[in-house]
């Protein structure tokens, strides 16, 4: 572990590198896994977004490509915008004075340009496995004396189904590679896919840093989900300066964008489907304050760095605790104070659960109630339960539509159910319709 960025044994153009781009202090991550990797050791490396992983495989395999002159490095990355990003920070410390060329190669970007760039041989690819793979199988890429990987975003990757380009691209590489693996969170298929392919890895796991929650204050709201374009809107009205609103799906940020512009917000949408030159206009109209909601899928969670939004809705709970993490860390960057509001609608307990149990250390995670109509089932004897059964044969504890023991409404009789239309909800033997209802017994409403 280091303390200072000048106590590596880096090659002094690298060195100058860092000092003029102000390189001081390393994070954790870098701090624990840069020293084991310029060893040539493999590295599993477990730390949540935003805190220096790519500087932490950019340093060692800058310095690995220095010290050699035929050999190749590979950067995967599971987004185009993660894999510019990156590619940045690879030419800013290549600079002028390193003799290192590299080449991006993501989806949605011009195939001949893409062409072109390889035809100079650069030894630094970075890019998403689908397009690393259409060069593969174009023959325009040669993986034989690529010595040096990196997997970032590994469970992102896996997410997105690229397991298989992924297998493909490291069977095409040479087998004594080294290999670096980073990820926000270690599920089953990253360690499976880590035995399968590192060699005695040194592990590593940084704790996620709440510390910048308390620069976010986090609301949440529990809502019907039939109301939450409403509420968005209301919530829109009553807060100033920029926003990230999150969904589920690809087809559901265009709809809520439409729904967005068509109340006069100013209003762009960003997923996964989208072109790679759109996708980067977006992103840089919304750096620019082109417009104020920026709509987005988990696309966005990861890397993007806008350091002026100042808030973030989540429309949708995500479905795992580390990404809302991810997703309210769009706010509060840079020192600077944000909100987060999350919609939690019906279908999303589980998740609001267990994001509650990672950000609070006191939280204790309810226990599951039994299903009443699995009990009683709200059968033949007090109606079918489902809308109407009551507190003893499957409805709730006001009787809903159904009456409190054998399932009918406050029309149809608190006892034997049967509402005024005509058995629903009521039972076979007790409801009836209007024309055929049984009188209801002495004492009921």
Known sequence: MIQKFNELELPQALQDSLARLEFIDPTPVQAHSIP???????????AQTGTGKTLAFVLPMLA?????????????????????????????????????????????????????ALKRSPRIIVGTPGRINDHLDRRSLKLGNATFLVLDETDRMLDMGFGIQIDTIIE???????????????????????????????????ETDKSNLDRISQDFMHVNENDKLQILLNELESREGSVVLFVKTKRKVEKIAKELARENHKVSYIHGDLKQGKRESVIKRFRDSKFRVMVATDVAARGLDVPHVEHVINFDLPQAAEDYIHRIGRTGRAGATGSSLSLVSGEDRRYYNEIQELIDPDFVMPKRKPNPRKRSGGGNRGGNGGNGGGKRFGGNKEGGRGGKRFGGNKEGGNRFGGNKEGGRDGGKRFSGNKSKRKPAPRGSK
């Open 36 to 46: 084991h990797a310029l060893r040539g050791e493999d590295v599993i490396a477990s």
């Open 172 to 206: 095409r590489m040479d087998p004594y590679r080294q290999t670096l693996m980073f990820s926000a969170t270690m599920p089953k298929g990253i360690v499976k896919l880590a035995d399968k392919y590192l060699k005695t890895p040194q592990r590593i796991e940084i």
């Open 64 to 116: 690995k490509m220095m010290n050699t002159t035929e050999q190749k490095a590979i950067i995967l990355m599971p987004t185009r915008e993660l894999a510019i990003q990156v590619a940045t920070v690879v030419n800013q410390l290549i600079g002028k004075n390193i003799e290192l060329s590299s080449a991006t190669l993501i989806g949605g970007d011009s195939m001949s340009k893409q062409l072109k």
